[in-house]
């Protein structure tokens, strides 16, 4: 019997079910209760129609996706449930996205968070979305919840930009994290009181970089239709899943284990040096959803 492939005929039929329902339908295994193991819980969800084209992201499909893995991350039937155990209507919640121009969060996305947000009862006045202007911003600068959202890409200083350096942003002068590898880049999130307002991190992996060389590259070459989001509430484990992905890529790609420019040492470091989270594996429960062709790991 060949593989089942989700069309998007199936996949808005499931949009009609509860988000765990959704989850049976895609064939995933939710662990009863007596057998939730005390790992920290990462969700990967693709779908194959999760573009229009390259790099436009269908919002319809992208909210559907979010929705899904937020909640079967939260262990919630409903979206919205699993939300409310993520903010609280009094709260005041800044969505840290990356404008990189190539390679951007997408609107899309942030779009998705912030409707569910608000959703919760949050009222609009009270979000805002912002990368660079963070430390300017009003709502940053008060803000009781953060939403960390980025896209996963390879990075001259840090090895890959991912859910930790996407705070950066928060730092007066970036460069003062880029030696070693960007080692200790972890250290910011506790400086500038950053782990405990973090409530969720997303790591968009919808179009994922897998390779480039120097500072600020791209290129288009580089990018592959992956169409996948990962969220957790543990930015170190997110990252270290990412990535395993983007190492595999490359090896795909290459045909070898090709070492990227700089090593991505700051997130084995993020969790033995600055305990931020996890980044061994074998502590990590992984909880794939959806699209399986090319999933490489």
């Known amino acids: 019997m060949g593989k089942k492939v989700i069309t998007r005929r199936?996949?808005?039929?499931?949009?009609?079910?509860?988000?765990?329902?959704?989850?049976?339908?895609?064939?995933?295994?939710?662990p009863q209760e007596k057998e939730v193991s005390k790992k920290v819980k990462v969700v990967l969800i693709r779908d194959e129609e999760a573009l229009i084209s390259f790099k436009k992201p269908d919002p319809d499909v992208v909210q559907k996706m979010l929705d899904d893995a937020v909640a079967i991350l939260l262990g919630e039937?409903?979206?919205?449930?699993?939300?409310?155990?993520?903010?609280?209507?009094?709260?005041?919640?800044?969505?840290?996205?990356?404008?990189?121009?190539?390679?951007p969060?997408?609107?899309?996305?942030?779009?998705?968070?912030?409707?569910?947000?608000?959703?919760?009862?949050?009222?609009?006045?009270?979000?805002?979305i912002d990368d660079r202007?963070?430390?300017?911003?009003?709502?940053?600068?008060?803000?009781?919840?953060?939403?960390?959202?980025?896209?996963?890409?390879?990075?001259?200083?840090?090895?890959?930009?991912?859910?930790?350096?996407?705070y950066i942003?928060?730092?007066?002068?970036?460069?003062?994290?880029?030696?070693?590898?960007?080692?200790?880049?972890?250290?910011l999130w506790k400086e500038f009181n950053l782990i405990d307002r973090t409530k969720l991190n997303i790591l968009v992996m919808l179009n994922p970089q897998f390779h480039s060389v120097g500072p600020h590259s791209y290129s288009d070459k580089y990018v592959w239709d992956?169409?996948?989001?990962?969220?957790?509430?543990?930015?170190?484990?997110?990252?270290?899943?990412?990535?395993?992905?983007?190492?595999?890529?490359?090896?795909?790609?290459?045909?070898?284990?090709?070492?990227?420019?700089?090593p991505a040492k700051h997130i084995r470091l993020a969790d033995t040096r600055h305990h931020l989270g996890v980044s061994d594996p074998r502590k990590i429960e992984l909880l794939k959803l959806g699209w399986k062709e090319g999933i490489l790991i």
Not at 119 to 127: K, L, Y
Not at 151 to 156: E, F
Not at 236 to 261: N, S
């Open 105 to 128: 969060t997408t609107q899309e996305v942030e779009q998705a968070l912030k409707q569910r947000i608000m959703d919760v009862g949050v009222p609009e006045e009270n979000i805002g």
């Open 10 to 30: 199936d996949f808005l039929r499931v949009t009609a079910m509860t988000p765990l329902a959704g989850a049976f339908a895609y064939g995933l295994k939710i």
């Open 169 to 187: 942003t928060f730092v007066p002068r970036a460069s003062a994290y880029h030696p070693d590898s960007c080692a200790d880049l972890a250290s």
């Open 226 to 262: 992956y169409k996948g989001i990962m969220v957790s509430q543990d930015p170190v484990a997110v990252d270290a899943i990412g990535l395993q992905i983007i190492q595999a890529k490359r090896r795909e790609y290459f045909g070898k284990d090709l070492p990227m420019q700089t």
């Open 77 to 103: 039937k409903d979206t919205v449930q699993a939300w409310k155990k993520l903010v609280k209507p009094s709260d005041i919640v800044g969505i840290k996205t990356n404008i990189m121009h190539y390679l």
């Open 133 to 166: 202007g963070v430390r300017r911003n009003p709502i940053f600068q008060k803000a009781t919840a953060l939403i960390n959202a980025r896209p996963v890409r390879t990075h001259h200083w840090s090895g890959i930009g991912g859910c930790i350096k996407n």
